[in-house]
């Protein structure tokens, strides 16, 4: 919809006004503080709520719009006294529309879209990024996963350096230390029933000469004690079947003893000794080789960010290569907007309205009334302002413009001049 008739009275400079503007562009020219922007201002002075609208002096006033296409669609008004500011917007129909509503039918880049020059250079690259028309593709989204490639390859490159394995160290079989340690213990326990069993024997060896011993004793004692020759006789009887029992057990004992053998443990001692130092070198190869792996890991990791850098980029350069600017000779390059080939921020002040003003399209066509202002364009050229109109009428936005008038203005335009003082 775009605005097909003003009716102002009372408003700030203008004591009354009408015009049928019937969708076409309305350009307002006159003099300093004579009520050329109070004029261009309605529609968005309904929508936003103006302080001290009321004229000086009077008891009420009013601003009324009619929006449509060829016919009335929508009559949108607000009322002032000195106390009170009504709005009330309706339908051909008669239904009512909020004005929480009507404000959502204009764009915030409708009101003086060169607002946009004021951007910081990043903000204004995304407005024109929203103002081309690059397909289904979001470039927003591709630029969150260039920077996410960026940081994956930084991150690899980073991990890469602290994983530099360094010089292979010597490289070494690992010593089972608990196996060896079994081995040994199991020889001791073996050592230990060899020893003990010759201890035994030794013990028997012992017996017997006591035997021994005591046979000489009695013997002698039989020699001297004849007296006691039956008795003695008696216990040397008893001593000597024992001994039989001895001797037989000593040649049993030394028999089987003659099998057994002491195992040697040198060999596995020494080994146990230097299983340490071995185990060391092991380990220290072990980790070197898995450090290595992580490195060439992490050096692949930062080929494939790197390498997915290189799409994302190139194919972002291809869309914004074709992309349909809005307006000719507009790009973007480098991050930066520029208009045949120049900055935007080494552009003129014309050429930038002009550039503001295509920026704006896209966004004012979003919304349900396609009208914009643009207050101040005695700062264009003539050839910028008219190409403006052109670029606006195109695609059906009407424009509502104002300029100081100093000299004769134009045949089209409307002239608002300084109401009569009473």
Avoid at 128 to 135: K, N, P, Q, R, Y
Avoid at 235 to 263: G, Q
């Amino acid at each position: 919809m775009r605005i097909l008739r003003f009716d102002i009275q009372n408003d700030k400079a203008i004591a009354s006004w009408i015009h049928d503007a019937n969708s076409e562009h309305v350009e307002i020219a006159g003099a300093t503080a004579t009520g050329k922007t109070t004029a261009a201002s309605a529609l968005w002075d309904i929508a936003e709520k103006s302080k001290d609208c009321l004229t000086h002096g009077q008891k009420k006033g009013h601003i009324i719009v009619h929006l449509g296409e060829g016919k009335v669609d929508l009559i949108a008004s607000r009322e002032f006294t000195q106390s009170t500011n009504t709005i009330k917007v309706e339908r051909a129909d008669g239904s009512k529309v909020s004005a929480a509503d009507f404000k959502a039918m204009l764009s915030v880049l409708s009101e003086n879209p060169h607002k946009i020059k004021d951007m910081k250079p990043l903000e204004r690259v995304k407005t024109l990024l929203g103002a081309a028309d690059l397909g289904d593709v979001d470039l927003q989204k591709m630029d969150e996963e260039i920077a996410g490639a960026e940081r994956a390859r930084l991150d690899a490159g980073r991990d890469a350096e602290n994983f530099v394995p360094g010089t292979e160290p010597e490289k070494a079989e690992t010593v089972d230390v608990s196996a060896i340690s079994e081995e040994i213990e199991t020889a001791r326990q073996n050592n230990d029933i060899v020893d003990q069993d010759q201890r035994e024997i030794d013990a028997i060896v012992e017996k017997g000469q006591l035997i021994n011993v005591d046979i000489i004793q009695i013997d002698e004692r039989r020699v001297n004690l004849q007296k006691e020759l039956d008795g003695l006789a008696v216990r040397v009887a008893e001593l000597d079947t024992k001994k039989i029992s001895l001797t037989a057990d000593y040649k049993t004992r030394t028999a089987h003893h003659a099998e057994l053998e002491i195992e040697d443990t040198t060999e596995l001692s020494a080994k146990l000794a230097t299983a340490t130092e071995v185990n060391e070198k092991a380990g220290a190869h072990k980790q070197w080789e898995a450090r290595k792996k992580q490195h060439n890991d992490l050096l692949n990791q930062r080929a494939c960010a790197d390498e997915a850098v290189k799409e994302l980029r190139d194919h972002k350069e291809e869309l914004l290569e074709g992309a349909v600017w809005p307006l000719e000779g507009l790009s973007i390059d480098d991050g930066e907007v520029m208009y045949n080939d120049s900055l935007f921020e080494n552009l003129g002040e014309s050429e930038q309205i002009l550039v503001c003003a295509a920026l704006s399209i896209k966004d004012i066509l979003a919304h349900e009334l396609h009208v914009v202002r643009l207050d101040g364009v005695e700062s264009m050229s003539k050839v910028d302002f008219d190409k403006l109109q052109e670029l606006f009428g195109d695609v059906g936005i009407q424009v509502i413009s104002t300029r100081v008038c100093r000299e004769q203005p134009d045949s089209h335009e409307i002239v608002i001049t300084e109401k009569e003082k009473t």
